[in-house]
């Protein structure tokens, strides 16, 4: 499928400057004609929170831009700039809700990480916001990250109760040690710039204001090699993880639901909810 996709991308290029796209409520798409490249900008006020909605639209919009025969590569960013890029699950999405729900929740989910962490074209993510969660699986999605000083990065998800098999992957493949990858997911810890750059969860540290700069510039530079070379690579790079995603998903959804039903994480939930003040009576 990657051949495929890159074989695509090779033949025919077109100099359009437009990049055709269905419009969409959550993600505003900057296009550069000349360069092939494409910047969405996440615009979910106020946290870029992860929702079945935003999920679908991303997942929608990658693959389009994969498809595309004029895009050579992708920009991730925040609208919320200095702020966060994104906090990860709706929180108010796990409080009391049924089977079907929470199975499109998950099944959104797994969907999304593969389109994002399969995508065939160069992926750099300008964290010019906090990331965590979910947030940070965002950033760990892309092929290159760049954040600023004062980011914050971390899967977070077992402070939640919720163990998850594809955050693990991520994590280990995202670090330089798998001693490191262990101790954040089991922990949930949310490390600081300095150690996220240390491990590898960062590519890069700049000042806030450089950081959508630097990634464009490591973009521009991932586009111009040769795409059936970069997707081939990124294949056999990335390839048994999500083969593994793709045949664990039902068996993920299920666990996914039961443990979210739980009485534990329900308790959990609702002191997060608390919290933020979106408790539901």
């Not at 065939?120 to 965002?138: I, M, R, T």
């Not at 790079?237 to 083969?243: L, T």
Request: glycine share 6%; net charge neutral; aromatic share 8%.
């Amino acid at each position: 499928m990657y051949l495929r996709r890159c074989l695509q991308l090779d033949i025919g290029r077109s100099t359009c400057k437009h990049f055709s796209t269905k419009p969409s409520k959550y993600i505003h798409m900057e296009e550069d004609g000349t360069s092939g490249l494409a910047t969405l900008v996440f615009q979910k006020a106020p946290v870029n929170s992860l929702d079945v909605e935003f999920l679908q639209e991303m997942t929608e919009t990658v693959t389009n831009l994969e498809n595309n025969n004029q895009v050579r590569g992708i920009l991730l960013k925040s609208k919320f700039h200095g702020k966060v890029f994104s906090a990860g699950l709706d929180v108010t999405g796990l409080q009391n809700k049924n089977d079907e729900d929470l199975a499109l929740l998950w099944s959104s989910v797994t969907d999304w990480c593969i389109s994002l962490f399969g995508c065939s074209k160069p992926v750099v993510a300008a964290l010019n916001g906090h990331a965590v969660a979910g947030g940070c699986a965002f950033a760990l999605l892309a092929d290159y990250r760049v954040g600023f000083p004062a980011i914050k990065m971390g899967l977070t998800e077992a402070q939640m109760g919720i163990p998850v098999e594809m955050l693990n992957y991520l994590q280990i493949h995202s670090v330089h040690g798998f001693r490191f990858a262990e101790y954040s997911v089991l922990t949930g810890k949310v490390h600081s710039s300095d150690v996220a750059l240390k491990h590898g969860m960062l590519d890069e540290v700049v000042d806030l204001d450089l950081v959508e700069e630097n990634a464009l510039k490591k973009l521009k530079e991932f586009s111009l090699i040769p795409p059936l070379a970069y997707a081939h690579t990124k294949q056999l790079m990335r390839g048994e993880i999500i083969e593994k995603l793709r045949k664990s998903k039902q068996e993920a959804v299920n666990d996914f639901v039961s443990t979210v039903q739980s009485e534990c994480v329900q308790n959990i939930v609702e002191n997060k909810l608390r919290q933020i003040g979106k408790l539901k009576k």
